[in-house]
Antibody, heavy 125, light 111 residues
Framework: EVQLLESGGGLVQPGGSLRLSCAAS????????MSWVRQAPGKGLEWVSA????????YYADTVKGRFTISRDNSKNTLYLQMNSLRAEDTAVYYC??????????????????WGQGTLVTVSS | QSVLTQPPSVSGAPGQRVTISCTGS?????????VHWYQQLPGTAPKLLIY???NRPSGVPDRFSGSKSGTSASLAITGLQAEDEADYYC???????????FGGGTKLTVL
C-alpha cells in the first residue's frame, strides 16, 4: 500500500523558514516524480513545486520561485520542501503527492495518483 | 484567478447527470496537455478521479467520465449519489508558466 506521510508544519513568523518532509513507502520512490500542492484555508488547490525521480530536475510555481527549494533523498524515500522568507499568503495545508509517471514526457504531463494527508503551515506574528 | 476556469458550483438531484467544465487556453489544454480530475471530499486529501483526459483509476465508478476538446475539458457524473457531494478540480500543464496548473474548483451539491 502506498503511503505518503508529511511532517514539519507549524506556526512560523513572517520572514521565517520551515522544512517540510514527506516519507514515502509502498512504491519504488526513485521511479516517480513528486510534487507539493498547497491549499489555503477555504481555498482551492495550488501546485507549488515538482521534482523528477532522480532529483535532477525541479520545477516551481512563480509564487514560490526563489524562496522554496524542493529536494529528495531516494536512499531515505523522503521528499522535502525548504521554505524560506515565508509570507502570510503561504499559510496553507501542504500536500505531498506522487505523479503516476515522470513529471512530463515528450507527449504528456502526468497527474497525481497518490496524496498524503497534508501538514498545516501557518505564517503569522 | 486560476489559469483553468471552472464554475464555482453545480448541483443536481440524486440519479441525475451533471457536468463540470474546465476551460483553458492555447498554452495548456489547447496545446495538447492532458487534463486530470480530482475529487476532494470534505476534510480529506484530494483523490485522482480521471487521468489522461478520459481514464479512470482502478476503483473509480464508471459513473465518472472525462472528455477533452480544443481548449476545454469536462467531467461528467451520471446517476448522482449523495456521496458524490465534494469539490472537484481539473489540472493540466501550462507551457507559458512551465508548471502544473489547477482549476479553481467546483463544489458539487447533491440536492
Amino acid at each position: 500500500e502506498v503511503q505518503l506521510l508529511e511532517s514539519g508544519g507549524g506556526l512560523v513568523q513572517p520572514g521565517g523558514s520551515l522544512r517540510l518532509s514527506c516519507a514515502a513507502s509502498g512504491f519504488s520512490f526513485s521511479s516517480y516524480a513528486m510534487s507539493w500542492v498547497r491549499q489555503a484555508p477555504g481555498k482551492g488547490l495550488e501546485w507549488v513545486s515538482a521534482i523528477s525521480g532522480s532529483g535532477g530536475s525541479t520545477y516551481y510555481a512563480d509564487t514560490v520561485k526563489g524562496r522554496f527549494t524542493i529536494s529528495r533523498d531516494n536512499s531515505k524515500n523522503t521528499l522535502y520542501l525548504q521554505m524560506n522568507s515565508l509570507r502570510a499568503e503561504d499559510t496553507a495545508v501542504y500536500y505531498c503527492a506522487k505523479h503516476y509517471g515522470g513529471y512530463c514526457s515528450s507527449t504528456t504531463c502526468y497527474g497525481l495518483d497518490q496524496w498524503g494527508q497534508g501538514t498545516l503551515v501557518t505564517v503569522s506574528s | 484567478q486560476s489559469v483553468l476556469t471552472q464554475p464555482p458550483s453545480v448541483s443536481g438531484a440524486p440519479g441525475q447527470r451533471v457536468t463540470i467544465s474546465c476551460t483553458g487556453s492555447s498554452s495548456n489544454i489547447g496545446a495538447g496537455y492532458d487534463v486530470h480530475w480530482y475529487q476532494q471530499l470534505p476534510g480529506t486529501a484530494p483523490k485522482l478521479l480521471i487521468y489522461g483526459n478520459t481514464n479512470r483509476p482502478s476503483g473509480v465508478p464508471d459513473r465518472f467520465s472525462g472528455s477533452k476538446s480544443g481548449t476545454s475539458a469536462s467531467l461528467a457524473i451520471t446517476g448522482l449519489q449523495a456521496e458524490d457531494e465534494a469539490d472537484y478540480y481539473c489540472q493540466s500543464y501550462d507551457s507559458s508558466l512551465s508548471g502544473s496548473v489547477f482549476g479553481g474548483g467546483t463544489k458539487l451539491t447533491v440536492l
